[in-house]
Structure formats: structure tokens, C-alpha cells
């Protein structure tokens, strides 16, 4: 096996345990936003200071902290534009652009080994003399 080969398929073993870390993300992110939506009555709270109305059955908004059970994993961080996320939502965001971009370099990775598999093949059969069709 070529130096180039072993290196590829190490690359692409280390992309795949990236993959399952993507997927962890996504899973600990999912249990922090079911958790946070059990401690809080069934709704997600968003933390705001202004007070807007969601007009949603899964959202309540709030300035006051006592109204929150475990402040820490609601809907509190506003990143992009007017919306607002919590720690799940993150983790979830971050496992997905993990997942995706280490699923593309694996795959990637894959096609290079298909083809330097076949070219060994190739060389292999026309040492031993055989025609290739």
C-alpha cells in the first residue's frame, strides 16, 4: 500500500470521528432545548429587554429573570438579525456546519482512495503480465 494511500485513509478516518462529534453536538443541543422547554412549563422562554409579542404556542417572551426556570439554556442570545437562540440552538447550529463540512471531506477523501486503489490494481496486473480489458 503507497504512502499516499495510508495517509488518505487516515485523513478520511479522522474526518469520520469529526462526523460522530457533529452528531453529539446536535444530540446535546436537542436535550438542552427539550430541557429547558420541561423546566418552563412547556414553552421555550426568550429573554428580552424589550417585551415583544411571539404570538406562538411555543415561545413566551420576558425581561424578568424570575419568570425563568434555569436562565442559562433559553432563548437568550441574539446573533443574526431579530431572532434569538439558546445554548441548544447553538450547539445544534455548530453540530450541523460540523457534520456537513466533514461529511463533504470524507466523502472526498473517499473518491482519492477509490481512484489510487485502481491505479494500484492496474499497475499490479500489467507487472503480472495480464491484459486488462
Not at 504512502?3 to 453536538?25: A, K, S
Not at 443541543?29 to 429547558?36: D, I, Q, T
Not at 439558546?86 to 470524507?106: N, P, T
Request: hydrophobic share 45%; with cysteine.
Amino acid at each position: 500500500m503507497s504512502d499516499e494511500l495510508t495517509t488518505l485513509m487516515i485523513d478520511r478516518m479522522n474526518w469520520q470521528i469529526l462526523l460522530l462529534f457533529g452528531v453529539i453536538f446536535c444530540l446535546s443541543g436537542g436535550l438542552l432545548n427539550v430541557m429547558a422547554v420541561s423546566i418552563n412549563g412547556g414553552k421555550m422562554p426568550i429573554y428580552s429587554e424589550r417585551v415583544f409579542d411571539t404570538n406562538s404556542r411555543v415561545h413566551f417572551v420576558t425581561n424578568n429573570i424570575s419568570e425563568i426556570n434555569d436562565f442559562e439554556i433559553v432563548d437568550k442570545y441574539k446573533l443574526f438579525g431579530k431572532w434569538y437562540y439558546s445554548l441548544g440552538d447553538i450547539l445544534i447550529i455548530f453540530g450541523v456546519l460540523v457534520f456537513v463540512l466533514s461529511l463533504f471531506v470524507s466523502l472526498r477523501d473517499s473518491i482519492k482512495i477509490a481512484r489510487i486503489e485502481s491505479r494500484i490494481k492496474l499497475e499490479e496486473e500489467e507487472e503480472a503480465g495480464d491484459d486488462f480489458v
